[in-house]
């Protein structure tokens, strides 16, 4: 079992920055090569979104909506990883979630078994 907890969410104008945490508890993402750690994102009436991902060998993936603005890291001592968000936009204001899949890499939120509960994001104009 993977449990994982956001933090950092909060209110912050356009063109600010934010930086959320997702701290794993229950299994090590150093150990485990097919671990997949997402963050997703979802705004009232619409559906969850890909954002990043990140796996062992720190390679990461982007929707292209948030390329060259966010960064996806992680730091395996504690087992945590971080989404570094600048440039932000009202349309970056969602709920943004934490998810842990293993296997292979996917955008479909539906495959990630793994789910915190979730830190809220919102860009003021």
């Known amino acids: 079992q993977v449990q994982l907890v956001e933090s950092g969410g909060g209110l912050v104008q356009a063109g600010g920055s934010l930086k959320l945490s997702c701290a794993a508890s229950?299994?090590?993402?150093?150990?485990?090569?097919?671990?997949?750690i997402a963050w997703f994102r979802q705004a009232p009436g619409k559906e969850r979104d890909f954002v990043a991902a990140?796996?062992?060998?720190?390679?990461?993936s982007y929707a292209d909506s948030v390329k060259g603005r966010f960064t996806i890291s992680r730091d395996n001592a504690k087992n945590t990883v971080y989404l570094q968000m600048s440039s932000l936009d009202v349309e970056d204001s969602a709920v943004y979630y934490c998810?842990?899949?293993?296997?292979?890499?996917?955008?479909?939120?539906?495959?990630?078994?793994?789910w915190g509960q979730g830190t809220q994001v919102l860009v003021s104009s």
């Open positions: 998810a842990v899949k293993r296997g292979a890499l996917s955008w479909s939120p539906s495959l990630y078994n793994y």
């Open positions: 229950g299994r090590s993402f150093s150990r485990f090569s097919d671990y997949y």
């Open positions: 990140t796996w062992i060998d720190d390679s990461t």
